[in-house]
């Protein structure tokens, strides 16, 4: 299983994919709609994923939109200012935020 860290945005959301030792495989930016977050998945195919969304305006498009793949096996919202790693952050940026 592979995970997904989503910052979420209003045009685009950055995804960060971790495998299951925390280590970062890829970090893009994809569109918010269908086509943007299948074809991010197609780069693994034989995958399934558990995705974590920061909690904001367009949050439940996001969510709706990976809820009805069958990649994904397991969604959770996060609220940014109780994640201790991002609320504590100096720096802040999307792909640290994913």
């Known amino acids: 299983m592979l995970y997904l860290g989503c910052d979420v945005h209003r045009d685009y959301t950055t995804l960060s994919c971790v495998n299951e030792d925390g280590d970062i495989i890829t ?28 909690a904001g305006l367009n949050w439940g498009m996001v969510y709706d939109l990976f809820e009805s793949l069958g990649q994904v096996k397991c969604i959770a919202l996060a609220h940014p200012p109780k994640v201790k790693a991002i609320a504590s952050a100096k720096i802040r940026t999307d792909k640290i935020d994913a």
């Open 27 to 54: 970090t893009n930016n994809v569109a918010n709609n269908r086509e943007g977050i299948v074809q991010f998945l197609k780069h693994f195919p034989e995958e399934e994923f558990s995705v974590v969304l920061e």
